[in-house]
């Protein structure tokens, strides 16, 4: 291991060379009789690094491969822990069953969604899992990027330097090693598992800014784009808004996220942090695909109700969206269209009959559930290129709902409406960003939007989208 000086002498940081076919010499596990604390095994994988390194070759120089050490560890809360790490670089994702959650700390690397197919786990790392990617894509990729959202454009799939992990009760810390990585980043991160930071106890508080003539600017959209479902040039489009709020401080979006978890407890829960005060995350209950082997499920969410004061109003509102043809009609257009996209992917599908209702917080929709054996060919990037985006957050026909959008819709999405989740070699699971906000510094920009059908009305459709902004309207009371 060597450091180079560049022109201006300077010292640059030592980097790994790391040659993928070494003996796996430190990927036994920690004695039975150790302790299992998250300190001691951040300090006991510090330690198997350092050993690996030392017994690699510098001009030898593996590509392509993963090289990961990891150990199980007795049990935290992930999402705590993510609040004493250093800022700027932390990811988060836990699935709406709570089953599994993982969290990460740095970038090994990072590339378009596929990247995590084209790494391979290298063979000596026998007692290993695949790693975890995290996966963060903008609504449209063909917009011009806002300057709010610029920082983000590395983020689609990237590959975390440390993770963390529990699936069920079973919680691990691993390290994931590719050609060129910083070996002192990789001991900085490390030990900040060993020494964590304290978190602050009292957050700043939030104040919710003026929507000014925001909904007249939104019946304007609203009335536009039924203008162009009376014509046929569209049979849905959804419109989407923002809500501002500022901060007595600086915002830390780990202590934002776990607020919104502590109300809104069924949902996929994401984080994506990009910089020091730069993070996009959220609680959102809409999954685009999940995959297991060959097997993939996915669903349509559409149709909104407020969630009723007691029992009898919350099912007689359930009610009235499961009898409302205006909501059926916007559900069946999201059916259709998740329908269409699979079979292309699929041998067979199996679809519920009638849709469900999906109870949350402060809303309930109307869901549908798909299930689809898939074709031996197909990919993670396939799944995706098919079924983002869907009607429920673009419209239908979906190409000329997003160029409908790109005209008359005032700001650019960046994030919010993609996909975001986790994929590896043996499956993913990807929800739609909805139920989401941006963090910029003392700033929370929050979206929410409605799907606009014949038959809408731009004052209701304003006060959906107040429902869906509940949960940051609480932030701020």
């Avoid at 709010?148 to 994931?176: D, K, Q, Y």
């Avoid at 869907?390 to 239908?396: D, E, H, I, K, Y």
Wanted: hydrophobic share 45%.
């Amino acid at each position: 291991m060597k450091g180079k000086a560049g022109g201006t002498g300077r010292r640059t940081e030592p980097t790994l060379a790391v040659p993928m076919s070494a003996s796996p010499v430190e990927q036994s596990p920690l004695r039975d009789d150790a302790p299992r604390s998250l300190a001691s095994v951040a300090c006991a994988l510090a330690a198997r690094v350092r050993s690996f390194v030392g017994h690699v070759a510098e001009d030898r120089v593996g590509a392509g491969r993963i090289v990961r050490f990891e150990a199980a560890f007795d049990p935290v809360d992930l999402l705590a822990l993510l609040r004493t790490l250093p800022v700027g670089s932390r990811r988060y994702f836990r699935d709406r069953s709570a089953k599994f959650e993982v969290a990460g700390l740095g970038v090994a690397t990072h590339g378009p969604l596929g990247a995590h197919e084209k790494l391979v786990l290298d063979p000596a790392c026998v007692a290993c899992r695949e790693p975890v990617w995290f996966v963060a894509m903008p609504f449209d990729s063909a917009r011009e990027r806002a300057n709010e959202w610029r920082m983000f454009a590395h983020a689609s799939c990237v590959l975390p330097t440390i993770e963390v992990r529990r699936e069920g009760e079973l919680h691990t810390l691993a390290v994931n090693i590719v050609e060129g990585v910083d070996l002192a980043r990789i001991e900085r991160e490390l030990g900040s598992f060993a020494k964590p930071l304290q978190p602050r106890v009292v957050e700043p508080a939030l104040l919710r800014e003026s929507d000014g003539d925001g909904e007249a600017q939104w019946s304007r959209a609203v009335r536009t784009g039924l203008e162009r479902i009376r014509a046929g040039a569209l049979r849905k489009i959804v419109l989407a808004r923002t809500r501002r709020y500022a901060a007595s401080g600086e915002l830390d979006p780990t202590a934002v996220l776990t607020r919104l978890a502590s109300r809104e407890l069924r949902g996929f829960r994401f984080l994506v942090e990009v910089g020091p005060g730069q993070a996009f995350l959220g609680v959102t209950p809409e999954r685009l695909v999940s995959r297991s082997g060959r097997t993939a499920r996915s669903e349509a969410v559409a149709g909104t109700r407020p969630r009723g004061v007691d029992g009898v109003a919350d099912r007689l509102l359930g009610e009235s969206l499961i009898s409302s043809a205006k909501d059926r009609r916007e559900q069946a257009l999201v059916v259709e269209r998740v329908r269409e996209a699979l079979t292309a992917c699929a041998t067979s599908l199996r679809i519920d009959a009638e849709p469900r209702l999906l109870r949350l917080a402060y809303v309930q929709h109307l869901a549908t559930r798909i299930v689809a054996d898939l074709r031996p060919d197909v990919s993670d990037v396939d799944l995706v290129r098919a079924l983002h985006p869907t009607p429920a957050v673009a419209g239908a026909p979906v190409m000329q709902a997003i160029e409908a959008l790109r005209a008359f819709e005032p700001f650019d999405r960046g994030l919010y409406a993609g996909p975001v989740g986790v994929v590896s070699r043996d499956g993913a699971e990807i929800a739609v960003a909805i139920r989401s906000a941006l963090i910029s510094g003392d700033r929370l920009t929050a979206f929410a939007g409605a799907g606009i059908v014949e038959g809408s009305d731009p004052a209701e459709e304003w006060r959906e989208t107040g429902h869906k902004l509940l949960a940051f309207e609480r932030l701020a009371t």
